[in-house]
């Protein structure tokens, strides 16, 4: 069994920063793609960043400049640290990791979290 736990969400005013956090625990051989996604009331989810096994990241077009994410693979975690903040970025972030259960496990499977809030005001 696998866990993702976020920590990190709040309000925050426009402009502000927030750094969001996601620990993965468990029965764990490799992780490979780690992504953070978000979705606002009454829009699709959608995917903020995302980061390889090697460091590759790529970001929406809407917060490259302004989000960083980032990994630290001896803790299992992935990192999400947002400057410049938007009330458009007023959504629930959730991380998502596809990872690899032991060595036998070729494919591997997505975990999700259960969210974090984040709220910007005006």
């Known amino acids: 069994q696998v866990q993702l736990v976020e920590s990190g969400g709040g309000l925050v005013q426009a402009g502000g920063s927030l750094r969001l956090s996601c620990a993965a625990s468990g029965t764990i051989f490799k992780i490979n793609d780690m992504r953070w996604y978000r979705q606002a009331p009454g829009l699709q989810r959608e995917l903020v960043a995302a980061?390889?096994?090697?460091?590759?990241?790529h970001y929406l077009d809407s917060v490259k400049g302004r989000f960083t994410i980032s990994r630290d693979n001896a803790k299992n975690a992935v990192y999400l640290q947002m400057n410049s903040l938007k009330p458009e970025d007023t959504a629930v972030y959730t991380c998502?990791?596809?990872?690899?259960?032991?060595?036998?496990?070729?494919?591997?499977?997505?975990?999700w979290g259960k969210g974090t809030l984040v709220t910007v005001s005006s």
């Open positions: 980061i390889t096994s090697v460091g590759d990241t």
């Open positions: 998502n990791v596809h990872l690899q259960s032991d060595w036998r496990d070729y494919y591997g499977m997505d975990y």
